[in-house]
């Protein structure tokens, strides 16, 4: 084939003149500068993004953690307390960290589950 | 690691200067790719641009441990591929290369006369093949790339990348030699060979 045939076989005429012929009508050149310039501006943007969802489920964290807090905290005031299992009638659901080349959520998806104290909330749900 | 995976991991984790250093690495050439197969320097410029900036959202899923090369030029050839469909300015009848015939003497290769003129026949014959040829063509003896390679560049299989580099320089051949740009010498010869 033409493969096994350069290696066996001298280059033909033709071989020869597309060779060079082609490298002397497309000589490696430099493309303008202005190219990486717009890449360079183009890749700041993506990479922005990037950080910026990445600050959003961070924000996303530390609100559950401020959440979780008040509710030891009003656990602490109860003199029984009682955590039962029941979904609040908000239904929020506690965040999950994506897996590897998932998707990252922003703020509005991210939800916690909330534990009620039946007994320190008079089986009120939020 | 190799240097291209290096930079690679250091661009996934936001570095400005590898992905830089990846452009310098690579521009030339495809680059060059682009030049060859659009003819057209504004659409080569827009095409290396765009075929960085589509490569970025993917570089976590390539094969480190393969040089980029083959897979920017995939890239690059797929968006020339766009923009000469969109266009459809990469091909010329065969009859408008040959109404370019010369009248004169074909003396000595050495000649800049003859040797701009067997440029501009090979140009245009070369203008004349089918984008799919041409691009064989182009990463066969321009980028130096193997079969295999260019079969993975172009999504295609080997013998079909053989079979269009085949018939490339069948009609290359027939209109060099019609042009007198090119003799017919022996076994070199396929002209009229199917």
Known sequence: MEEDRRISEPPDDLDLLLKWGLRDLYPEVEPPSQVWENIRARFATAATRVAVRTEGKRSSLHGLARFRALLAAWSARSEETVWVPRRAAVGWMETVPPRPGEAIYDEQQTTIHLWVLANALGNHAF | ?194
């Open chain 2, 1 to 194: 690691m190799s240097q291209d995976a290096e930079w690679v991991e250091r661009i996934l984790e936001g570095d400005e200067d590898a992905f830089e250093r990846l452009y310098q690495k690579y521009r030339r050439s495809l680059y060059r790719t682009a030049l060859a197969i659009t003819s057209d320097p504004g659409a080569a410029e827009e095409i290396l641009q765009d075929g960085f900036l589509r490569a970025y959202p993917h570089l976590h899923r390539v094969d480190c441990t393969k040089p980029l090369g083959p897979w920017l030029q995939r890239i690059v050839v797929n968006l020339s591929y766009n923009w000469a469909n969109q266009r459809k300015r990469w091909h010329l009848p065969l009859d408008e290369v040959m109404d370019r015939l010369v009248a004169g003497p074909w003396g000595s290769p050495h000649g800049s006369y003859e040797r701009e003129e067997t440029r501009e026949v090979l140009r245009r014959a070369i203008e004349s093949l089918s984008l799919e040829k041409r691009t064989v063509l182009v990463l066969f003896y321009l980028q130096g790339f193997s079969h295999a390679e260019i079969a993975y560049i172009m999504r295609c299989p080997l013998g079909t990348v053989k079979s269009r580099l085949h018939h490339a320089r069948k009609a290359l051949r027939h209109a060099l030699v019609q042009e007198g740009s090119l003799e017919v010498r022996g076994a070199a010869a396929d002209l009229g060979s199917s």
